[in-house]
């Protein structure tokens, strides 16, 4: 292998990384979700593409910055989960797993459509100055937005991590995850924090879409994909296991890249989806995952 | 956000309300894309219409009557394009004027040709419409083939040895890719990389990255509007220094192009099928009217043909006396014209069959504008190489 190939091959691994730290970003809201109240958000990817409309309504409405959008898109995000949580999941009673995947497909075709009729089917790009914009690190050339978007995945799972492991609000959803019924028992009040969890991994979701913003173009459908990458980041990690997430999402962008790199441009997708039935066939639980019995 | 929409929903409208008002017209069936992804090119095409109409009725309809154009939306959907075609042949058009994306077109074309209706295909260019096409299908844009040889002809110009292509496998994209292998074989360059990728793809990284490793003179792109703007920019982003980056029409050639893509796009040249700065009787003046049609944009090629596609139309009805279809297509057959769009001729040729022979012109993006750099009939600009 000579040296343009070589550098060509280290470049194809560091954006992989990059991307896939977005993946792991994605995959994590979708992660925390599970873990804690045992539904499967299928409208995971739609809240992404909330987070990409946001962004670039805000800048075609005042020209502002991509990344101050996260200003909005995250709280809009977090409150957006919460009243789905609060409104639409909570009464679904015991019935979660059937009746809340069917409620969150339909969500996701809600968000959809209603940003079809808003912002019509065209994609839509945004171009700011930086968009094109690359750093050198010798010879190996890397995108600034891709770099931020790294840089944001680091620090959100960072907070989410402070959060859950440092604070209150923390050791409550903890407890619920494990326990719902032992937690309630104990004084939390379990119904207000799968609102709030359902609430931050939204939050990740617009986190994400607004991101991938400066990177890609924005269009209604752009969600499915993302909650199909979600859902394997998660599988590949491990249902419910955040660092496992993490990790998964790492190992999807490089193999994507690695595979596209390598064989074909035009299998991308297929790379992810095998590396997802390996997983199942060989570590069912993912493969950072426990088998836990619930209570 | 939704002027585009509201904007061809306004055009449709007027065209609409001539319809309303005018009584003994004579209605002709056109096919584009008022919705859905094609849309923005569907845009492009009702401006061409309404100023091709509005041409023909000022200077007196046809055979003393006013000219209709029947329009039908696609949806930007193979299946939703067939509807259109058929409504307009039960609603007995004589002639059907369509449109934009290949896929679409092949389809339509069939079905028209099976039901002996001529059909005038006005932009999409995949080789396999005209060739080996059919006695109904008539074609005044140029084939997908002359796309990949104007670049390619630069290429050759410039003593390229190598080259790479990335393109769409949708049927235009394909064609093009498909043709440029065949031409760099005749012109003895090397194709160092051939990428398709499926409709959907928004990583071309690692692929670029690829090409980067081998640094060839030249890439070719053949991809619709959104992957023209994700292209150039990874490409930026990646590093990958060829002596020119070419793209293929479609996406390259659309104004949006160089304002989504910013620095990107400077110094890409794409193959075109139509500039105002072509030196045929009327073009400036074309370009003036489908500027005031479209709300001031800059008219793409696509708004020529369509308006050309009318004019060939009214004519084809006038030479034919009446609107009977074996006429109408009898007419065609014979009809010699010259606009603005450029000369229109249908012949036989090369393994095609009622084909508009005409020459593609070369444009590069040069201080953020589109400037003719290719062919000598257009006063070319000097290009810019990359390295």
């Not at chain 1, 809340?100 to 968000?111: H, K, V």
């Not at chain 1, 912002?119 to 839509?124: K, R, T």
């Not at chain 1, 799972?157 to 402070?162: E, G, K, R, S, W």
């Not at chain 2, 849309?39 to 509005?54: I, S, T």
């Amino acid at each position: 292998m000579d040296s343009a190939q070589t550098t060509a091959l280290i470049q194809t691994v560091a954006q992989g990384l990059l991307t896939g730290g977005l993946y792991a970003l994605i995959g994590t809201g979708l992660s925390l979700i599970f873990g804690v109240m045992r539904v499967i958000n299928f409208a995971h990817g739609d809240f992404l593409a909330i987070g990409m409309f946001i962004t670039l309504a805000l800048f075609r409405a005042f020209d502002l910055d991509p990344y101050f959008s996260l200003l909005v898109a995250a709280p809009v995000g977090f409150a957006l989960g919460f009243l789905i949580q609060r409104v639409v999941l909570a009464r679904l009673g015991d019935r979660l797993s059937e009746a809340s995947m069917l409620a969150t497909l339909g969500l996701g075709l809600i968000i959809s459509n209603t940003l079809l009729l808003t912002f019509g089917a065209q994609p839509q790009n945004i171009n700011v100055a930086y968009a094109t914009q690359t750093v050198q690190l010798g010879g190996v050339q890397l995108s600034i937005p891709l770099i931020v978007a790294g840089l944001g995945t680091l620090v959100s799972i960072a907070a989410l991590n402070f959060v859950l492991y440092r604070t209150e609000l923390g050791r409550a959803i903890r407890a619920t995850a494990q326990n719902p019924l032992g937690a309630e028992l104990q004084g939390v009040k379990t119904a207000h924090i799968q609102a709030i969890v359902f609430g931050m991994g939204v939050a990740f979701a617009a986190i994400a879409g607004v991101l991938l913003m400066p990177l890609l173009y924005a269009f209604p459908t752009v969600g499915e994909n993302y909650t199909t990458k979600a859902f394997i980041v998660t599988v590949l990690g491990g249902l419910g296991n955040l660092p496992g997430a993490v990790v998964g999402g790492l190992v999807l962008g490089v193999i994507e890249s690695l595979g596209a790199f390598y064989v074909s441009n035009n299998y991308r997708d297929a790379y992810g989806l095998v590396a997802f039935l390996l997983v199942l066939l060989l570590r069912p639980e993912g493969l950072f995952g426990k088998t836990v019995k619930r209570v | 956000m939704r002027t585009p929409t509201i904007q061809s929903a306004i055009l449709l409208a007027t065209l609409m309300l001539g319809s309303a008002q005018a009584q003994g017209t004579i209605k002709i069936g056109a096919i584009t894309s008022v919705t859905g992804r094609f849309a923005e090119f569907g845009k492009m095409q009702l401006a061409g219409f309404k100023v091709g109409v509005e041409e023909v009725n000022r200077k007196g309809g046809v055979l003393g009557k006013k000219l209709e154009l029947v329009v039908e939306d696609n949806a930007s959907d193979v299946n939703k394009g067939l509807a259109a075609a058929e409504r307009l042949v039960n609603a007995g058009v004589p002639i059907v004027i369509n449109e934009y994306s290949s896929s679409l077109v092949k389809a339509q074309a069939q079905y028209l040709a099976r039901q002996k209706v001529p059909n005038l295909v006005i932009t999409s260019s995949g080789d396999d419409i005209t060739k080996p096409g059919s006695d109904y299908i008539f074609r005044l844009n140029q084939p997908a083939t002359e796309y990949a040889r104007v670049i390619l002809n630069i290429f050759r110009d410039n003593k390229f040895k190598s080259m790479a292509v990335i393109a769409g496998t949708g049927a235009f994209e394909k064609s093009v890719a498909d043709a440029a292998q065949l031409i760099a074989k005749e012109y003895g360059i090397t194709i160092m990389e051939d990428q398709r990728y499926d409709k959907g793809l928004t990583d071309f990284r690692p692929v670029l990255n690829r090409i980067k490793a081998k640094n060839p003179d030249g890439i070719l792109m053949v991809s619709y509007a959104e992957d023209s703007v994700a292209l150039m920019r990874q490409a930026r982003e990646v590093g990958v220094k060829p002596r020119l980056f070419a793209g293929g029409a479609a996406g390259f050639a659309l104004p949006e192009f160089v304002k989504d893509a910013g620095s990107a796009a400077e110094s890409v040249v794409t193959a075109t099928a139509w500039i105002p700065q072509l030196r045929y009787a009327g073009t400036q003046k074309l370009n003036v009217d489908l500027k005031k049609a479209l709300g001031g944009a800059d008219p793409s090629y696509h708004a020529a043909q369509a308006y050309a596609g009318v004019l060939v139309a009214a004519e084809a009805v006038r030479k034919a006396g009446n609107t009977d279809r074996e006429a109408v297509k009898a007419a065609l057959n014979g009809l010699t014209m010259n606009t603005s769009f450029g000369p229109i001729q249908f012949k036989d040729f090369d393994g095609f069959r009622n084909q508009n022979p005409l020459a593609m012109v070369a444009q590069q993006v040069q201080g953020g504008a589109f400037v003719p750099v290719y062919p000598k009939a257009v006063i070319p600009k000097p290009i810019k190489f990359e390295r």
